[in-house]
């Protein structure tokens, strides 16, 4: 195409491939978190504990240490084997940030591609609405709406496809402001001035010969947001409004960490390692995603 | 630049609006509106409710009761908070000291920490102390605030630590907010919640600061102000910070959300006194005037410091044309 502007993000699988290697940290967290994916996806064929089930022969009213009867790293307040209840953790810590960050770039996209695309009204609209939902501090937001929808819905409706939507739906603004910043440069291009020229609607010159030029920075926020929203999650859980109990999510084991903390420690441990290390992962390799598809971006 | 800024505040007026109109009619969607609190309680009678309603008028249109909400608004009015029996504006004002304090101090840690950390990486860059600074900071952003706090609370407040010769141990809740209390007792108990709220900020501006300074050391004017004979300080503060603070102050503006929300974690786990703790109580109870106080007051504080940044930013950077 054209030589290298700040809007423009080439790639060459090659020369991509090449830069990413060389960042060590990110193949490090490339290979750090398809292990724990690998470990939670096969969760069910570990030979774990259930989650779920109290030890009642062994427990006793509180924590049991790591190694006692059988339990690696313990249990929790309730005798639930922690070892099974982090991987079951996992699980829906990882389906929760892939869901909704797979949502939140479609949003983002979509109203980032109108807006760059169009223009005028539709850009200005797009634009204040972004404006208007990174202006409210999303914690807060977050924790007033599953209040809410928790509160009118019925109990089966809950789950973590509530948590996806709410979380999907209110952090799309970062991807609609990239989508459409590439979109306003590309929109003028030769190719796309072609593409039109040529007779393809609109839905095809944005999705076919447009968006494909601005997948790289879609690519790179995508990775990065996934360690955000676990964060998010975690979080949202711990103050009750996320997963809710039985169900195992790393924010809702240290929901109750707290209270037991002077005579069992690991309880408040081992989640907070378990999400320490996965957004580490997802946040190296996003790094190293940003330096090997964006050159001009590398150091930031 | 005085146009500008009266420009600039003048645009957030119809963004405020518009977020107040989404809050409120996200807040009517609560199970009762402004009355759930009161459905719960046996007391009141369905026909005491449809008086209440009428009373306070929320048989009108959604965009009616908007309206009037926003009339004794500009009024000064927040409404009547059900959980804490009086005021909204009183029940904020009770909270807002501890918050302002904890806030307070907490941005002042995170610039002096955030920014020297950065300065100093940049000035020694790939030495031990750059990658440990580095480093931490990529801990730092990687760790929820939450599980951070519990764990500086194992550390300082259940256990202890040790060092140079002293046990110390710090209070892991309360603010020690009584007239009684010595100044030192009340320092003892900010110092954690202060740590834990700004330890993202200063992991995340360290590292822009670095970034940022990398790329001012390199600059022409800074050789010719070395060359002009002024020691090394003098140019890395004088001429390299003024410079080099033009991206940072865009990313500190934009960390009062993450702020606010830390702060209602901390306030949280801490047992601070402060508005983040009055919005999470609230919040069980759907105190409707509360809620709707309280998320307005925060995202004019976001706002503003968006506006605060971008005059900030127009003030450093003279090639920016504000008019």
């Known amino acids: ?300 | 630049m005085f146009v500008y800024v009266v420009r600039r505040s003048l645009q957030a007026i119809p963004l405020l609006l518009l977020i107040s109109v989404l809050l409120f009619v996200v807040l009517s969607k609560a199970p009762g509106g402004p009355l759930g609190p009161y459905l719960a309680n046996p007391h009141i009678t369905p026909a005491d409710i449809a008086r209440l309603k009428h009373n306070f008028g929320l048989d009108q249109p959604l965009y009616v009761q908007y309206l009037r909400w926003l009339g004794r608004v500009c009024a000064g009015d927040l409404g009547y908070s059900t959980t804490n029996s009086m005021s909204v504006v009183d029940a904020i004002m009770d909270r807002l000291p501890a918050t302002l304090l904890l806030m307070g101090s907490s941005l002042l840690l995170s610039l002096l920490a955030g920014l020297s950390f950065g300065i100093y990486a940049a000035l020694r860059p790939y030495s031990l102390g750059d990658y440990l600074i580095t480093t931490i900071a990529f801990f730092g952003q990687s760790m929820p605030v939450f599980w951070f706090a519990l764990m500086v609370q194992l550390l300082f407040a259940v256990q202890g630590v040790n060092a140079f010769g002293y046990h110390i141990a710090l209070p892991s809740a309360g603010m020690c907010a009584t007239d009684e209390c010595p100044i030192s007792e009340r320092l003892e108990h900010l110092i954690l919640p202060a740590l834990v709220l700004s330890f993202l900020n200063i992991a995340t501006w360290s590292r822009f600061m670095r970034s940022s300074m990398l790329e001012v050391v390199k600059a022409d004017y800074m050789r010719t102000a070395a060359a002009k004979g002024l020691t090394a300080t003098y140019v890395v503060m004088r001429h390299g910070l003024k410079n080099a603070m033009i991206p940072v102050v865009t990313i500190i503006g934009l960390s009062m959300p993450g702020m606010v929300a830390g702060a209602v974690v901390t306030e949280t786990i801490f047992a601070w006194p402060g508005m983040g703790r009055l919005f999470f109580t609230a919040l069980g109870n759907f105190d409707f005037a509360l809620l709707m106080g309280y998320l307005m007051l925060v995202s004019c504080l976001v706002v503003f410091f968006n506006l605060l940044a971008d005059v900030a930013y127009a003030w450093l950077d003279p090639r920016v044309k504000y008019d």
């Not at chain 1, 926020?221 to 039985?246: K, M, R, W, Y």
């Open chain 1, 1 to 300: 195409m054209i030589e290298s502007a700040p809007h423009e993000y080439r790639i060459e699988r090659h020369s991509v491939w090449k830069r990413f290697k060389r960042h060590k940290l990110a193949f490090a967290g490339a290979v750090v978190l398809a292990l724990i994916t690998l470990i939670a996806v096969c969760a069910p064929i570990l030979h774990l504990q259930d989650p779920n089930e109290i030890d009642q022969a062994n427990w006793m009213g509180y924590p049991l240490a790591p190694g006692v009867a059988g339990h690696l790293l313990g249990t929790d307040e309730n005798g639930r084997d922690l070892l099974a209840r982090l991987v079951y953790g996992a699980r829906i810590s990882l389906i929760v940030a892939f869901f909704a960050v797979l949502m939140e770039v479609c949003i983002g996209t979509v109203l980032g591609a109108v807006a760059g695309y169009y223009g005028g009204i539709a850009d200005y609209a797009v634009m204040r609405l972004t404006d208007v939902f990174l202006s409210i501090p999303l914690l807060p937001l977050l924790l007033v709406l599953t209040a809410i929808v928790s509160a009118t819905s019925s109990k089966a409706a809950l789950g973590f496809g509530l948590i996806v939507v709410i979380i999907g739906g209110l952090s799309w603004m970062q991807v609609a402001r990239l989508v459409r910043a590439s979109f306003l440069s590309l929109r003028e291009k030769e190719f796309a001035e072609a593409a039109r020229a040529l007779g393809n609607g609109d839905m095809r010159i944005i999705f076919r010969h447009l968006l494909p030029n601005a997948v790289a920075p879609i690519i790179v926020s995508a990775t990065l947001d996934i360690a955000g929203v676990i964060v998010l999650e975690s979080t949202l859980s711990f103050l009750g409004f996320g997963i809710q109990p039985p169900t195992a999510s790393w924010g809702n084991m240290l929901a109750n960490a707290q209270s037991n903390m002077a005579i069992a420690p690991w309880v408040a441990i081992f989640p907070g390692v378990c999400i320490l290390v996965t957004v580490l992962a997802v946040n190296y390799l996003g790094d190293g995603l940003r330096d090997a598809l964006d050159p001009n971006m590398a150091g930031r």
